[in-house]
């Protein structure tokens, strides 16, 4: 306690003194420019928390997507897919080629009960093999939903990151605003207008603006390529249902 009393009248000292580093107007700043310098420095730490997130979520989505996709691909028969997702790890691909799987045969069950209500004496007519075009169209849309679920999942920080972007030039420039006020209202008490009197005010004010540049030009570069990669990623699940729906025609099973 007795250093630190020792140490604030020579802070409350310096405050007078002409700075000679943005260190010196940061410890010298009013009250409220340090609030404001203090509340950029949570959303920076914030958005690059985001942006680690988000670029980890997608490089781990990204990298199990196209695993599965080349054996996917290297798969003919759709039974082999369906051992080939059980035993990958659960991901996107994955989830999505069971959740077609599981409607196909809900599907066919629905469809076979509803053939024997309609011609009793058939009973045991094998199951249909096909679905009709509304099923077909019904696949299609549920495998989109399960796809903007997976995106949303993913990227549900990200409007966070565009919020932190947009917002932290204007909080930049209320505390610039308030601090050239403050300086000016300083030179109107001392009565001196020269440039050493005005001069620390408004540079005290503008580091507000630089600290929220700082902050708001690498969220709204992280914003950007991580909903480019979303885009992308995205783009290979579509391109996965479709293919999905393809081989579950060619083999009859739909």
Not at 51 to 70: P, Q
Not at 83 to 99: D, E, G
Not at 218 to 224: D, V
Not at 229 to 242: A, I, K, P, Q, V
């Amino acid at each position: 306690m007795n250093v630190i009393s020792q140490l604030f009248p020579l802070l409350q000292a310096t405050r007078g003194a002409v700075p000679a580093s943005p260190i010196d107007l940061i410890l010298g700043a009013t009250t409220v420019t340090q609030v404001v310098l203090a509340i950029l420095a949570l959303l920076s730490l914030l958005s690059w928390a985001i942006m680690f997130g988000v670029w980890r979520s997608l490089a781990k989505a990204s990298g199990s997507a196209e695993k599965f996709w080349r054996d996917f691909e290297r798969t003919p028969r759709i039974d082999d897919v369906g051992a080939l997702a059980k035993r990958s790890k659960p991901s996107a691909l994955p989830k999505l080629f069971m959740r077609a799987m599981h409607f196909v045969a809900d599907a066919r069950v629905v469809n076979q009960q509803a053939r024997e209500r309609a011609t009793p004496t058939t009973a045991e007519m094998p199951v249909a093999q096909t679905l009709s075009g509304s099923q077909v169209e019904t696949l299609h849309l549920l495998l989109d939903s399960e796809a903007s679920d997976e995106r949303d999942r993913i990227g549900r920080f990200l409007p966070w990151l565009a919020t932190i972007g947009s917002v932290s030039p204007l909080i930049g420039l209320l505390g610039t605003v308030l601090g050239v006020i403050d300086a000016f209202l300083g030179i109107a008490s001392k009565g001196s207008g020269n440039l050493s009197a005005v001069a620390p005010g408004v540079g005290e004010a503008l580091i507000a603006t630089a600290a929220a540049l700082s902050v708001a030009i690498p969220a709204t570069f992280g914003y950007n390529i991580f909903a480019s990669r979303l885009n992308r990623f995205d783009g290979r699940m579509e391109s996965f249902n479709t293919a999905v729906i393809a081989l579950l025609v060619r083999e009859g099973r739909i």
